[in-house]
């Protein structure tokens, strides 16, 4: 009985780490394209990744991609999303700084 219950542990712990890998992949993506001015691409991988994770600097990410893809009502919409779940966000503190551009 013991071994059966180490084995769903175990079970739902992989489920649940390979569920945050794909989301990572995603991520990951998302600032590569954007990174390189692909704003298309980064948009599709950015969707993809907060649909799973709603992660406010990558919401502000996808907003300023929106944007330079001349979507403003929809850069408008994740800009906003993105305050509602951290009223300090900023390009400053979103991965816009941090990861998406080389220095």
């Given at each position: 009985?013991k071994?059966?219950?180490?084995?769903f542990?175990?079970l739902?712990?992989?489920?649940?780490?390979?569920?945050?890998?794909?989301?990572?992949?995603d991520?990951?993506k998302?600032?590569?394209y954007?990174?390189?001015?692909?704003?298309?691409n980064?948009?599709?991988?950015?969707?993809?990744?907060?649909?799973?994770t709603?992660?406010?600097?990558a919401?502000?990410?996808l907003?300023?991609?929106?944007?330079k893809?001349k979507?403003?009502d929809?850069?408008?919409?994740y800009?906003?999303?993105?305050?509602l779940?951290?009223?300090?966000?900023?390009?400053?503190?979103?991965?816009i700084t941090k990861?998406?551009?080389?220095?």
């Amino acid at each position: 009985m013991k071994a059966l219950y180490v084995f769903f542990a175990l079970l739902t712990a992989l489920a649940v780490c390979s569920q945050t890998y794909a989301d990572s992949k995603d991520l990951q993506k998302g600032l590569k394209y954007y990174g390189k001015k692909d704003y298309k691409n980064a948009e599709k991988y950015l969707k993809s990744y907060i649909s799973q994770t709603p992660d406010p600097a990558a919401y502000y990410l996808l907003g300023y991609a929106d944007y330079k893809l001349k979507k403003f009502d929809e850069a408008n919409r994740y800009f906003a999303e993105a305050y509602l779940i951290d009223p300090d966000i900023s390009a400053r503190t979103s991965y816009i700084t941090k990861k998406g551009r080389k220095k």
